[in-house]
C-alpha cells in the first residue's frame, strides 16, 4: 500500500503503513503535528497542490474539498461569519471544531456560531506548506473542542534562500432581489526565507483588497403590515417567500462589504543543537472594513428611501410598516489583531523527546460602529455607537513528552492550559461614524479556563496490529463574568463555575493479507460551554433573567469503524461513524419573546463517508480525488423545544460530495475540476424553514470550480479560474457568491 497518498490527495485517509514510530509515512515536507500514531482518519493536502488544483484567496480555501468538510465562507475575505462545519457539526457550531496554525490556536473559543469564527487571516493561502486534518476526538492531546475535526495548517520554514510575490484579481457580477452588480477585488503577496547555520527565518505580507456582494436583506412580512393609508407611500419592494414560506417583502440589500486586510508574519528558528530547536512567530492582521447599503425602495420622484415619515413609517401596496433603523443600518468596523508563539522543541527520535510552548492571541483593537437612527449610507451622519471588543483574546501553554521505552511503544504524555478573555463594551456616539462620545450602554465581560492532563499509549502489537489507548482530565473553569446596561450602576456579577472530566480514548488498527485493513476508534469529548453562551442574560430591576444558571457542557461519544483498500496508485477508504451528544449546546425559545442558549437534551447522528483517490487514470498526470458522505443527524430528545425531538439537526446536510480531477499535463500546464455538493439541510431546530432558496434559507447547491495554471519556467507561473463556473445561488442564512472569475501571476526564486 503506497504511503505517500495522505500528501498527494486530500480525499485520500491515512493508509495503514507500519512504520516504527508513527501510523502514517510521510515523503517530503515537515512531520505533521498532528498524532499520526493514531490509526484514524487523517487527511492532508500540500501547498504544491494547492496552488495547483485550488483557487485560494484565503487560508480556508484549502479545506474546499476535504471529506464532509464545509467552511462558510461568504465571500473573499468573509472575516466573522466562516465557521467550519464537519461530519456532525453544522456551520453554527464553531466552537465544535480546533483551528491551529504550527501549533499555534487560530479557532475563537470565545463563543460559539457564525461570530466566532477561527482566525483565518494569520495564515496567508502563499505560507501554507501542508493543511493536516484529523477526523474526530480521538486522540487524548487534544479538548472536547475536537469533537469534530482538528485542522492544522503547517507554514514554511526555508532550507534555503526563498522568495516568492504574488499578484491576484477577482470579479463576480451578482444578481439577487434588486441588485445587479459587479463585486471584485485585487489581492497581493511577498514572502522572503533564509537559513544560515542554526538560524532560519521567514517574513510573509499580504494585502487583500475586496468588494464583496450583499449579505443582508432587510425585509418586512406581509402579514404584519397593517391595510393602511397611512405612511410614506413606496414602490420597489421585491415580493418573494421567507423560509417557513410566507410571503414577504424584500426592502433592501445591507452587509456589503468592502475590506482591506493587511496580515504579516515572522518567524525565526535557532537551531540549538541537532535535535534542540527553538520557534518564535509573530503574527499580525488588520482590517479596515465598511458595509453599505443599497434600498430598493423609491419615492414619488424616484429617490432612494432610508427613512420613512415623521413616524418612520411606509406604505406598501396600501399596508403600513416600521422602517427601523437596523433595517437598512450601515457599519465600518477596525480591527488589528496579534498573535505570539513560543516553543522549545527537542526531535531526536530516541528514548525522550519534549516540547514546551505558549502562545497568545490578543485583540489590540476591534471597533464596530453603527447607527441607531435611520440613515441613508455610509456617508450620512446621525447617532449611534461603537462595538468595542479590544482587550479580548486567548493564551495557551503545553508541556509536551513522548517516550519510546522499547520499540513497540510510543507514550504521549502532557500538561496543557488555555484562557479565553472575553471583553465587550459598547458606547453611545453622537455621530455614528466617529469615536463613542456618550455614555455606556453595556458590558459583557467573562473568563474561562482549562486545563488538562493527559496520556496516550501507541502499542504496535505485532505486525498486523495497532491499537491507542488514552485519557484525558480536564479542570474547567468560568470567572469574572458580568454585563451591565445604560441604567446599571455597576455591571452584575455570575457566579463562578467550575468542572472536572475524563475523557477516554482508544482507537485499534488491523492490516491484513494484500492490500486491505481496518481501523476503529472510539473517544467521548466534553466541549464545555464558552464565555459568550455562559454569562448571557438581560437585567431588569438590577436583577440578570432571562439565563439558564444550570447550563451543562456537552458530551459526546463518537466511534468511526473504517475499512481501507490500496493497489498501486489507488486508495479507497469506507468510514462507518456514529456521534451522540447530549446537552448539546443551541440557542432556543426561553420565552414567547427571549431565545437564549439551552442544552437540547441528546442528538443522535449516524453516518457513512466513503472516499476514494486515483493517480495516473487513463493518462499520465491524471489523479481523480471524490468523496461522498451520508449523515442522518437527529434530535432525539429535547425538553425545552418538543416541536424539535425527531427532527434534523439544524445546517447538518443528509448528503455531501465532492469530486476533483487534477491534470498535470506536462510540466508547464496543470488544470483541475472541481465538484462540491451539499443536500437537504434545515437552519432552525424544528425544521420550520423548507424555503432553503431564499434569504435566511439554507439551501442544497451543486458548485463547479475550474483552474488552469501554465509555468513559464522555473521563476514565473501564471493561473485562471473561476469558482462557481455554474453560476449557482445558494444561501446559508446569506448568499454565497456567484461565478467568481480570478486570474494571478506567480515569481518564485
Request: overall charge neutral; proline content about 4%.
Amino acid at each position: 500500500m503506497k504511503p505517500t497518498c495522505i500528501i498527494f490527495a486530500a480525499a485520500c485517509a491515512a493508509p495503514l503503513a507500519f512504520a516504527d514510530d508513527a501510523v502514517v509515512i510521510i515523503e517530503g515536507g515537515r512531520p505533521s503535528s498532528l498524532p499520526t500514531a493514531i490509526p484514524t482518519t487523517i487527511e492532508s493536502i500540500n501547498g504544491a497542490q494547492i496552488q495547483q488544483r485550488i483557487n485560494a484567496t484565503d487560508s480556508e480555501d484549502a479545506l474546499k474539498y476535504f471529506p464532509s468538510l464545509n467552511v462558510r465562507k461568504r465571500y473573499i475575505g468573509d472575516y466573522d461569519h466562516a465557521v467550519l462545519a464537519s461530519r456532525a457539526s453544522g456551520t453554527g457550531n464553531s466552537a465544535r471544531s480546533l483551528v491551529y496554525a504550527d501549533g499555534i490556536l487560530l479557532s475563537n473559543l470565545l463563543g460559539n456560531g457564525a461570530t466566532y469564527t477561527p482566525r483565518w487571516g494569520l495564515v496567508s493561502p502563499e505560507e501554507i506548506e501542508r493543511v493536516d486534518v484529523l477526523y474526530g476526538p480521538f486522540s487524548a492531546a487534544y479538548p472536547g473542542n475536537s469533537v469534530g475535526a482538528v485542522v492544522d495548517f503547517q507554514t514554511r520554514m526555508p532550507d534555503k534562500l526563498e522568495a516568492h510575490v504574488r499578484m491576484a484579481a477577482f470579479s463576480q457580477p451578482f444578481a439577487v432581489y434588486g441588485t445587479n452588480d459587479r463585486f471584485g477585488g485585487r489581492q497581493g503577496s511577498a514572502s522572503l526565507g533564509d537559513r544560515s547555520g542554526a538560524w532560519s527565518w521567514w517574513v510573509d505580507v499580504s494585502r487583500l483588497d475586496s468588494r464583496g456582494q450583499p449579505i443582508a436583506f432587510a425585509n418586512k412580512a406581509l402579514a404584519s403590515g397593517v391595510v393602511s393609508s397611512a405612511g410614506l407611500p413606496v414602490t420597489g419592494a421585491v415580493a418573494d417567500r421567507n423560509p417557513s414560506g410566507n410571503p414577504w417583502w424584500i426592502l433592501g440589500a445591507s452587509g456589503q462589504s468592502h475590506t482591506v486586510q493587511d496580515h504579516a508574519k515572522v518567524k525565526l528558528a535557532w537551531d540549538l543543537s541537532p535535535i534542540l530547536r527553538a520557534s518564535y512567530t509573530l503574527g499580525w492582521w488588520d482590517n479596515d472594513a465598511r458595509r453599505g447599503t443599497e434600498s430598493y425602495l423609491r419615492d414619488a420622484s424616484g429617490a432612494p428611501v432610508y427613512r420613512g415619515d415623521a413616524n418612520n413609517m411606509i406604505n406598501i401596496a396600501g399596508r403600513r410598516y416600521e422602517l427601523r433603523a437596523s433595517d437598512l443600518a450601515p457599519s465600518t468596523g477596525r480591527l488589528a489583531h496579534v498573535m505570539h508563539g513560543l516553543s522549545l522543541k527537542q526531535h531526536s527520535k530516541g528514548v525522550w523527546d519534549w516540547e514546551v510552548a505558549a502562545s497568545k492571541y490578543d485583540y489590540v483593537r476591534d471597533e464596530v460602529r453603527t447607527p441607531t437612527v435611520p440613515v441613508a449610507g455610509l456617508d450620512s451622519a446621525g447617532r449611534g455607537q461603537l462595538t468595542n471588543l479590544g482587550g479580548s483574546g486567548w493564551n495557551t501553554y503545553a508541556i509536551k513528552g513522548i517516550w519510546r521505552p522499547v520499540a513497540s511503544h510510543v507514550v504521549e504524555m502532557g500538561l496543557q492550559g488555555e484562557t479565553a478573555m472575553l471583553r465587550n463594551a459598547v458606547w453611545a456616539s453622537t455621530d455614528w461614524r466617529g469615536d463613542a462620545n456618550g455614555a455606556r450602554l453595556s458590558t459583557f465581560n467573562g473568563n474561562t479556563r482549562l486545563q488538562s492532563l493527559y496520556l496516550q499509549d501507541a502499542w504496535r502489537m505485532n505486525a498486523q496490529w495497532k491499537t491507542t489507548l488514552g485519557m484525558r482530565y480536564e479542570h474547567w473553569r468560568a470567572f469574572g463574568g458580568e454585563i451591565s446596561n445604560a441604567s446599571s450602576a455597576a455591571p452584575l456579577p455570575f457566579n463562578e463555575r467550575s468542572e472536572n472530566n475524563w475523557s477516554p480514548k482508544a482507537a485499534v488498527a488491523w492490516k491484513g493479507e494484500g492490500d486491505w485493513g481496518l481501523k476503529a476508534s472510539l473517544g467521548r469529548a466534553v466541549r464545555n460551554p464558552t464565555a459568550a453562551e455562559l454569562f448571557q442574560g438581560s437585567i431588569v430591576d438590577q436583577v440578570i433573567i432571562n439565563r439558564d444558571p444550570n447550563l451543562h457542557a456537552e458530551r459526546s461519544w463518537t466511534g468511526e469503524l473504517t475499512a481501507e483498500h490500496g493497489h498501486g496508485d489507488s486508495l479507497l477508504r469506507v468510514t462507518l461513524f456514529h456521534e451522540t451528544t447530549r446537552d448539546a449546546l443551541y440557542s432556543q425559545a426561553l420565552t414567547a419573546l427571549v431565545n437564549t442558549v439551552q442544552n437540547v437534551g441528546r442528538i443522535r447522528t449516524n453516518g457513512l463517508e466513503v472516499a476514494h483517490q486515483m493517480d495516473h487514470v487513463l493518462v499520465p498526470g491524471l489523479s481523480l480525488t471524490s468523496s461522498v458522505t451520508y449523515a442522518d443527524s437527529i434530535i432525539a430528545e429535547n425538553a425545552g423545544f418538543a416541536a424539535s425531538v425527531g427532527k434534523r439537526q439544524p445546517r447538518v446536510p443528509d448528503w455531501r460530495a465532492n469530486f476533483m480531477a487534477a491534470w498535470q499535463i506536462d510540466d508547464k500546464w496543470s488544470t483541475t475540476l472541481g465538484v462540491r455538493y451539499s443536500g437537504r439541510q434545515f437552519g432552525t431546530l424544528d425544521n420550520s424553514d423548507p424555503n432553503g432558496e431564499t434569504y435566511m434559507g439554507v439551501s442544497r447547491y451543486t458548485v463547479a470550480d475550474v483552474r488552469v495554471r501554465y509555468r513559464f519556467n522555473r521563476q514565473w507561473s501564471a493561473a485562471v479560474g473561476v469558482d462557481n463556473l455554474n453560476n449557482a445561488t445558494y444561501w446559508a442564512f446569506h448568499p454565497y457568491t456567484q461565478r467568481t472569475v480570478l486570474a494571478e501571476l506567480r515569481w518564485d526564486l
